[in-house]
């Protein structure tokens, strides 16, 4: 019955990092149509889509965000995810507007680091410090995905791609971290953590 | 499975008559179907109706009534006043402000005055990008017509649809999914309007 129950977990536990994978697999899925893309319409849905998952520094965080609700639970389980494309919007607002933020790209690199290690450590801020923690950082990943948006960009089509495939990442992060429910789950999701804080310092050195 | 096949049969349809435009038999039925269609091109004004419609619809039926009344009423009086603001602006940024002002409401389940509030500015500024080009006067009543035929409607679509989830979910959930729902909106109206700034 123990090793039934055991492969068993490890069943739902693949089951849950496919799935995951999978989610996020959907948010980078507009990649892969690059190839054939008429740049003409550089600016539509497909570049929002797209734009989120590009820098794997901004799409290691962003699934973070979604592993740290998780470890958090409620209320922070929604309203991280709510907060970050949030204040990412206002942080995209000033990059289109041309406002400069002064060290953008290494805050980036920071963010990722720091919510690696707040995975990894399985850290339990309030939920409103969390929230400005998260806010935080949502600026600087919004303000460069502003400064780099295409000159040609179809404002609903794009905003609406970018918002998905943010709420998609989080999303692939949420499921993710139910694997906490289990002991050998949440080695994975600390596992996780390492893997995301290790993307940040690579970032921030290389 | 019958909750699928029902509107995948309607939207079937409505899709088959689009070759029959072509030949359409009764004279000006072209500009009440452009109207009909004309909410659905602005997206400002789709973000809008959301809004309003998701806010009506996660409070129940109870609050429907009155808002729908200040909205119809509002949209009725901004339609007449179309021509107050540059075609522009009320196509382009009035609407994405007005989300800015009205979503919050949504993401935190504003109480039944904020809500028939935002119904009546939502109807207004709707209202406002209603009114067709200038043209015969015939022909502008009538794709009038069409837009005010089909707005209340599409908010109305809008409150059914998250009548139901509401009604099938948890009632913890609902402020979630009201929550989450509203900040998307909030945040691609934000981008927007940075981006029509910027133009």
């Known amino acids: ?206 | 499975m019958k909750s699928i096949v029902a509107p995948t049969l309607l939207a079937v349809l409505i899709g088959w008559a689009n070759p029959v435009w072509a030949h359409s038999p009764v004279p000006g039925i072209e500009g009440f179907y452009v109207g009909l269609w004309h909410p659905l091109t602005v997206p400002g004004q789709i973000l809008l109706l959301s809004v309003v419609g998701l806010l009506l619809g996660f409070r129940g039926v109870k609050l429907a009534r009155p808002a729908f009344i200040a909205f119809t009423v509002s949209l009725a009086i901004g339609a007449a006043f179309g021509r107050s603001l540059p075609a522009e602006a009320i196509a382009g940024w009035v609407p994405l402000a007005a989300v800015l002002l009205t979503a919050p409401a949504l993401i935190f389940r504003a109480g039944e005055v904020v809500a028939i509030v935002v119904a009546a500015l939502g109807g207004l500024v709707v209202g406002l990008g209603s009114l067709p080009e200038p043209g015969p006067i015939g022909a502008v009543a009538i794709t009038l017509a069409g837009s005010l035929a089909a707005i209340p409607f599409m908010m109305l679509g809008m409150a059914a649809a998250a009548e139901a989830v509401r009604a099938r979910l948890p009632p913890s959930w609902t402020g979630t999914v009201a929550g989450v729902t509203g900040a998307w909106i909030l945040a691609i109206a934000t981008l927007m309007l940075a981006l029509e700034m910027r133009i």
């Open chain 1, 1 to 206: 019955m123990k090793l039934l129950t055991a492969r068993h977990h490890r069943r739902i536990c693949a089951q849950r990092i496919l799935t995951a994978l999978l989610l996020a697999c959907i948010a980078a899925w507009p990649l892969a149509a690059l190839a054939h893309a008429d740049h003409a319409h550089d600016g539509g849905f497909l570049a929002g889509l797209v734009h989120p998952v590009l820098g794997v520094d901004h799409l290691v965080a962003m699934v973070a965000v979604g592993l740290w609700g998780a470890i958090l639970g409620a209320p922070a389980l929604w309203l991280l995810p709510v907060t970050f494309p949030l204040v990412m919007a206002v942080g995209g607002a000033l990059g289109v507007l041309g406002v400069p933020l002064i060290h953008v790209e290494p805050a980036i690199a920071v963010s990722a680091m720091a919510l690696g290690l707040l995975v990894a450590f399985m850290v339990r801020l309030p939920t409103a410090i969390s929230m400005v923690l998260v806010g935080l950082f949502a600026i600087f990943h919004g303000h460069a995905h502003g400064t780099e948006l295409p000159e040609a960009a179809n404002a609903f089509s794009y905003a609406l791609g970018f918002v998905i495939a943010t709420g998609l990442l989080h999303l692939a992060g949420i499921y993710l971290g139910t694997l906490l429910r289990w002991p050998s789950g949440a080695w994975i999701v600390r596992g996780c953590g390492v893997a995301v804080a290790l993307v940040g310092v690579a970032f921030l050195v290389i």
